[in-house]
């Protein structure tokens, strides 16, 4: 089955045009003011309002307080809700009942017993995302950091959700990472740039057709 591709920390309209024209499935706007992907509430709505229709829209956050749950929301009004930071299950399972939106939690994989972990997120979350964990130097940002993991580690994984791989991933290696994983669907960032939070259309183009071909 063709995978479903999704373009994360897209910030300009040309960008995500970018990423439409080439056939992704899903764009995600990063709210993490650190990151150099950050994106406003009036900047990342007016995105949201260009790509809405044509593609699912991701909103991404980082252990929000409801507060910032619902300025994000109710600004981007996305079709999925990425949390990206240490959201424990019995957290996700309250902002899905309490915001009614569909969420895909995040999980950082390095060994065993992070893909044992992600039953518990399995059994709340609508989608999950395996990703590379983030470096444990300071001033790291939680995602974005072109990092891959051991894909062995996720090869044929099956939790009745539907999965998505990133980390690390371009335009070289997504390909191979589908064809031996078997996930369906892959997420990219630092891998379509051509500096961090700039964007690459080539890059993009490139990074869909090699995943869409796998
Ligand atoms: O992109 C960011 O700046 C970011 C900031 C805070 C939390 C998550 C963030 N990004 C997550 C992603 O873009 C991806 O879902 C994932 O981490 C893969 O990123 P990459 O390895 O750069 O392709």
Redesign the pocket.
Known sequence: MTPTVKI??LSTPETLDAALEAGADMV?L?R?PR???HVELDAGGALAARARGRVGVVA?L?DPDDDELARTLEALRPDLLQL?GRESPERVAAIRARFGVPVMK?VGIADEGDVAGLHAYAAVADRL?V??KPPRTAGA???????SFDWRLVTGLDLGKPLML????DPANVAAALRLTRIGGV?????VESAPGIKDRARIAAFVEAAKGA
């Open positions: 994360c920390g995600g990063v993490f990151s150099p992907r991404l980082v990206h995040a995302l990703d590379a940002l939680p995602g974005g950091n072109g990092l990133s980390g690390g991933l997420d990219v960032s630092s891998g």
